[in-house]
């Protein structure tokens, strides 16, 4: 069963109305910040989506839609993925627009220190 | 969560934070302002969690207390044994959380945590204070049940390592490979569940293999005898065996499959490079006799062997089990949304140690978790709300060649009390492409470099 591939439309459509995962997601009300699911990103594209000379793609500064696109288009299997189509559809599009607005904060270019403080 | 707001919160304020004087020559002036968090552990849980919580919280004093000067990443150190990767490329240096985010060091070891004097003692002497603690001290080695090694030391003086936590073990097991007689055969015994590295034991057998291969050894082997039926990425593992190395699929792994999924796997005829020896086959090592290189087990007999490497059942790290951290399984109970402890108030356990409900044992299980709690020991040291998390795994493995690579990749939430996983699909589809396993394997190499950068960098 494992190994089906599992885009079925039913999925497809309880991402599209946003409302499955986080329904269910905790036990805490309020939904996810976008620096709480962004961060999951970081483990591969880097703190704060910094990352250079990598075959993964920098996140820091990335414009929104493009952001949203790209997530939309993993989750849906139009575009080819490795494991970003099965990452993408485990949130939710408010999620995911929480991750594309932080994104989108921070300068493209890494500051001189290494990283932006999020006080 | 309200009650350890407001605990935590007039505990903050009330806070004398005796650990400016310890804690590596923090600056006195503000020392007996600021929180104070000691962290247990220089592994990933513990840098990533030091690290983010200065970025997200540049005020609060971070210390990690670490005996060793010089981090070696255990995740991807398998290739040290083939040679793919050196000591040097997988020893980091802790000089950019030091200098870059500001986070302190001693370089000793936490011998008691003092959980009612919120203190802990190390060997060298030191007490440090702290608001909170955060013990992320990977894992310890239970050679119990086992006949024919005593314990740890034992095994290692009768040349039987675990490689399992990097170390030199990982130049033992080199040099046992390279000391293997042509086509000779070499044992992997993987742990029994929970345990560190899930996809781990496998990816080193399947390494082990296409090493002997590339030698020449044509009728070299390698047997994995395991205690376990199952295990993270078998579904692509057994696979790619099947189109490397010969593998047959045991009977007993034929529901891995559908009906079409299994027709698609090759009969090979002669002896397999891998075989793997499940635990419905008897497969659990019960004896090792070093000196003869002989390894018996449960039910599926006794095998000679040329290298042996037995990785034993794990538990939580040492100052977890002698500060009364974990409880009968040999792990930590956690809360699944702060990761503080069940059994004492202030002290947080991530990583390995903890018991993070469908989170397996990985270094990027431990970098999540490091976040997450980096953001929540915010809301608890300065105020404000805990916050809904999200956890993410992501391990990546080799099948042996170092062009077929596969993963697992999860996302976790915390759901009646308990973190699960709730992505559909977690590993690439069994028809993927051929180009699709050899990017995940470009991608193996790159996660090593960027991870990392994210734990340490």
């Not at chain 1, 920098?58 to 414009?63: H, S, V």
């Not at chain 1, 299997?77 to 991750?99: Q, V, Y």
């Not at chain 2, 590295?197 to 020449?216: D, I, V």
């Not at chain 2, 003869?292 to 538990?315: C, Q």
Request: charged share 20%.
């Amino acid at each position: 069963m494992r190994t089906k591939r599992i885009f079925p439309l039913a999925l497809l459509a309880a991402v599209s109305a946003g409302s499955v995962f986080t329904a269910n997601a905790s036990e805490l009300s309020a939904g996810l910040t976008g620096q709480m699911a962004a961060q999951t990103c970081a483990g591969c594209h880097g703190t704060q989506g910094y990352i250079e000379d990598s075959a993964y793609v920098p996140l820091a500064g990335m414009d929104k839609e493009h952001f949203i696109t790209a997530m939309q288009m993993f989750a849906d299997g139009s575009r080819p993925s490795t494991l970003m189509g099965p990452l993408a559809l485990a949130f939710s599009d408010e999620e995911i627009e929480a991750m594309a607005d932080y994104f989108a904060a921070f300068p493209k270019e890494r500051p001189a220190k290494g990283f932006i403080s999020e006080e | 969560m309200s009650k350890m707001n407001r605990r935590t919160f007039l505990k903050a304020l009330g806070a004398t934070v005796a650990a400016g004087s310890t804690a590596a020559g923090s600056a006195p002036l503000f020392a007996q302002k600021n929180p104070h968090v000691a962290v247990v552990g220089g592994g990933v849980g513990g840098a990533t969690l030091a690290k983010y919580l200065k970025i997200y919280a540049p005020s609060i004093d971070v210390t990690i207390i670490e005996p060793k000067t010089k981090y070696q990443r255990p995740y991807g150190s398998s290739e040290v044994i083939t040679g793919h990767e050196t000591m040097d490329d997988i020893t980091i240096s802790y000089d950019n959380l030091r200098d870059r985010y500001g986070v302190k060091f001693i370089h000793d070891t936490v011998t008691v945590i003092d959980h009612a004097g919120h203190k802990l003692h190390t060997a060298g002497g030191r007490t440090v204070s702290y608001d909170r603690v955060v013990v992320a001290p990977g894992i310890s080695f239970d050679y119990s049940q086992i006949e024919g090694l005593d314990s740890e030391a034992d095994a290692r003086a009768k040349g039987i390592v675990h490689g399992w936590d990097a170390g030199e073990d990982l130049l033992t097991l080199k040099a046992q490979l390279e000391a293997m007689p042509k086509n000779g055969t070499a044992i992997v015994v993987p742990p029994p569940n929970p345990y560190r590295c899930p996809p781990g034991p496998y990816e080193r057998a399947g390494l082990l293999a296409q090493w002997l291969e590339e030698r020449g050894d044509d009728a070299a082997k390698v047997i994995v005898l395991d205690s376990k039926n199952g295990f993270t990425t078998d579904v692509t593992m057994l696979q790619a065996w099947n189109r490397l190395y010969k593998f047959n699929l045991p009977e007993q792994a034929k529901g891995l499959y559908t009906e079409e999924q299994l027709a698609t796997f090759k009969h090979h005829e002669g002896e397999p490079k891998v075989d793997w020896i499940m635990g419905v086959m008897g497969g659990k090592v019960t004896r090792i006799d070093a000196e003869n290189m002989i390894v018996e087990t449960e039910g599926a007999g006794t095998f000679k062997a040329d290298m042996i490497n037995y990785i034993p059942p794990l538990k939580a790290g040492r100052v977890a089990l002698e500060n009364d951290l974990a409880d009968e399984t040999g792990w930590c109970p956690v809360d699944p949304i702060t990761f503080e402890s069940t059994r004492h108030a202030d002290v947080h356990v991530i990583g390995d140690a903890c018991i993070a409900g469908a989170m397996p044992k990985s270094g990027y299980a431990a970098n999540s978790q490091g976040k997450v709690l980096a953001v929540q020991l915010k809301a608890l040291l300065l105020g404000g709300e805990i916050q809904t998390p999200v956890y993410q795994n992501t391990c990546y493995a080799l099948a042996g060649n170092t062009d077929y690579g596969m993963f697992v990749a999860d996302v976790f939430r915390v759901k009646d009390g308990k973190i699960v996983r709730v992505d559909a699909q977690r590993y690439l589809p069994f028809d993927a492409e051929p180009h699709m396993f050899s990017m995940a394997a470009t991608y193996q190499q790159a996660w090593m470099k960027a991870f990392t950068k994210d734990v340490f960098g």
